[in-house]
Structure formats: C-alpha cells, structure tokens
T-cell receptor
Framework: NAGVTQTPKFRVLKTGQSMTLLCAQDMNHEYMYWYRQDPGMGLRLIHYSVGEGTTAKGEVPDGYNVSRLKKQNFLLGLESAAPSQTSVYFC????????????FGPGTRLLVL | AQSVTQLGSHVSVSEGALVLLRCNYSSSVPPYLFWYVQYPNQGLQLLLK??????LVKGINGFEAEFKKSETSFHLTKPSAHMSDAAEYFCAVSDRIQGAQKLVFGQGTRLTINP
C-alpha cells in the first residue's frame, strides 16, 4: 500500500515550457486535491476533484489545468510555465466527509527559470 | 469563511522543554480542526484532529491539543520536546467547497529543538 505517490520529485523548467505532474493513490479515495506550498503562506488549493471525470477550481487555479480520467490518478498541467509557479506542489486524497483526513504525497519541487 | 491563524512562524525550544504551538480559528459553524506535521523534504502527515467527540485530543508522538470554543483556539502541546520533533507544523480547519472537503491552512510554524 503505497498511499499517495507523486512524479517527478524535482523538475527545472524554462519560462514558457510545459509539463505535467502526476499523482496516484491506491486507497480508492473519491476526492483528490492539488496544493502549492510557498514560504510563509501555508498550502493553497489549486484544483480538486470529487470523482473520476470531475474537476473544479480552488483558490489559485490560474495557469494550471487538471484531469482525472481514472479514479486513482490526478494530473496537474502547466501549459506555459512562469517563474511565479516556482513552488512545491502537493497532491492529497481523502474519503468523502468534512471530518476525514487528507493523505498527502511527498511533493514535487518545481523551479521555473 | 473559515480561517486559521498560527501565532509565531518560528518557535525554538530546548530538548526536554514544553512545546506549545498556537492556533486560533474563525468559523461560523462548529469546526473540524486538524494539526499536520511536515518533516524536511516530506509531505504532510496527520498529527491529530478534533471532530467534536472530545475537547482534549491525543495524537501521535506524544502530542495533544485542546479545543477551546470560548477562545476559538486549538493549541498543540507536547510535555517534553525531542530532537525528532523538529519540523513544520500546520493547523487547518475543514470547510465545504461545492460538496467536497476543503482544508484551510494556517501559515505554518517551524519548530526548532536546541540540544
């Protein structure tokens, strides 16, 4: 049982390049989330999904797109990377319920030059 | 809207001393509250959570937190700090967003343990 995994662990991009971050979970969770973590700002929600084939915008969705074609996978895409997207990205998943625990992946560190 | 404030972005204590990390929340409904810990270069993991069953919540690694409605607080404590407690700690309150759970995080508190 691997929990939540993320690939890649680290990536360097040039401004304008594109990339996709992959999140996978093996806990059969319905809900999945993408966050970004920046110093002094905690974690901010980018996009989330309440089930296979669904996606929705969070607090800071601009510049990102997501897809959830399979229940276990949640992809985060950057179409044209900008230096402001330099951050650490975390994926999380949970069962339905406002009191449930979110389980986090190990993170992807992204540097945009 | 729910919000969380963590007082002190950086706390430093000596090994064996009391750890106290402060969290205050704002919520229009009875809150569900969480403390997560992040060790260097790792993801977040749950320390403990309050779901209204008991006001004193015990978590992993000897941590506990007390929910005080009158003070809108959920401070995290540990009687005796260990070097392995050095990490960043996040308080969060649970909210709903279009049918899904949404966690609203505080800014985080970095805990340093001095030998």
């Amino acid at each position: 049982n691997a929990g939540v995994t993320q690939t890649p662990k680290f990536r360097v991009l040039k401004t304008g390049q594109s990339m996709t971050l992959l999140c996978a979970q093996d806990m059969n969770h319905e809900y999945m989330y993408w966050y970004r973590q920046d110093p002094g700002m905690g974690l901010r929600l980018i996009h989330y999904s309440v089930g296979e084939g669904t996606t929705a915008k969070g607090e800071v969705p601009d510049g990102y797109n997501v897809s959830r074609l399979k229940k276990q996978n949640f992809l985060l895409g950057l179409e044209s990377a900008a230096p402001s997207q330099t951050s650490v990205y975390f994926c999380a998943s949970t069962l339905d319920g406002i009191q449930e625990t979110q389980y986090f992946g190990p993170g992807t560190r992204l540097l945009v030059l | 809207a729910q919000s969380v404030t963590q007082l002190g972005s950086h706390v430093s204590v000596s090994e064996g001393a009391l750890v106290l990390l402060r969290c205050n929340y704002s919520s229009s409904v009875p809150p569900y509250l969480f403390w997560y810990v992040q060790y260097p270069n790792q993801g977040l993991q749950l320390l403990l959570k309050y779901t209204s069953a008991a006001t004193l919540v015990k978590g992993i690694n000897g941590f506990e937190a007390e929910f005080k409605k009158s003070e809108t607080s959920f401070h995290l404590t540990k009687p005796s700090a260990h070097m392995s407690d050095a990490a960043e700690y996040f308080c969060a309150v649970s909210d709903r967003i279009q049918g899904a759970q949404k966690l609203v995080f505080g800014q985080g508190t970095r805990l340093t343990i001095n030998p």
